[in-house]
């Protein structure tokens, strides 16, 4: 086997293995603060009875862990951000899939999800992010197997920035509306209301034409 396929396998691999561990660190925080009903978490009382800063932590651990792996497999920028959205999109999707297997969630297609807490709560279906995971699983993983010497330039950077930027907004707007309206303990009656499908689509696209435009620009070997 060839050393390239089989560095793929094994960032595969520890990408599936880590979205284990944290699907199984979600499922014992939910027999904990859902014990009733492990499906249900909205309203999210569990926003106010966690230990945040530690669980700040957990996140700020989980992407430091990402992108470490990241650096030891790749050299160079475009390859370490490849293995990088790889590994994050696939642990993202099997994050998902492992949640489905324990405790048979998502049940719906468009369920809501607390999706993370860095800067502050992120809240949306479950699918807009595994949307932006399998771009980025493809994308990166196009790179990884490619032995070309792509370059993100000026233009490439700013659309992919500026469509995350875009979809993270859709992403915060109800967390921080709902702090600046009703603060932490608004979090404790907030049922799932409409997202901001227009605003994430414009961001999922900004983000699709920066990635799709390194692959296009593909420098001679």
Do not use: C
Not at 9 to 24: N, Q, T
Not at 116 to 130: E, K, N, Q, R, S
């Amino acid at each position: 086997m060839a050393k390239l396929e089989r560095k793929i396998i094994w960032l595969s691999v520890f990408a599936v293995a880590m979205a284990y561990v944290e699907s199984a660190v979600v499922v014992y925080l939910r027999q904990l603060y859902y014990p009733n009903n492990l499906l249900v978490i909205f309203p999210p009382e569990v926003l106010a009875k966690i230990a945040l800063p530690i669980e700040l932590g957990r996140e700020a651990a989980t992407v430091v862990m990402i992108l470490g792996v990241a650096l030891l497999a790749e050299r160079g920028f475009t390859r370490v951000f490849a293995a990088f959205v790889y590994l994050f999109g696939l642990w993202d999707i099997f994050y998902y899939v492992w949640l489905k297997v324990f405790i048979g969630w998502p049940v719906r297609w468009l369920e809501w999800d607390i999706l993370f807490l860095i800067p502050w709560v992120w809240l949306g279906p479950w699918l807009a992010p595994v949307a932006i995971a399998f771009l980025f699983v493809i994308w990166g993983g196009v790179v990884l197997v490619s032995g070309a010497a792509y370059r993100f330039n000026r233009i490439d950077g700013t659309l992919l920035i500026s469509g995350a930027i875009l979809a993270l907004a859709a992403f915060l707007q109800t967390g921080f509306s709902l702090l600046l309206e009703q603060g932490v303990e608004g979090f404790q009656h907030y049922e799932p209301g409409r997202f901001w499908w227009g605003l994430f689509l414009a961001g999922y696209l900004l983000m699709a034409a920066g990635l799709g435009r390194v692959l296009k620009n593909k420098p001679p070997r």
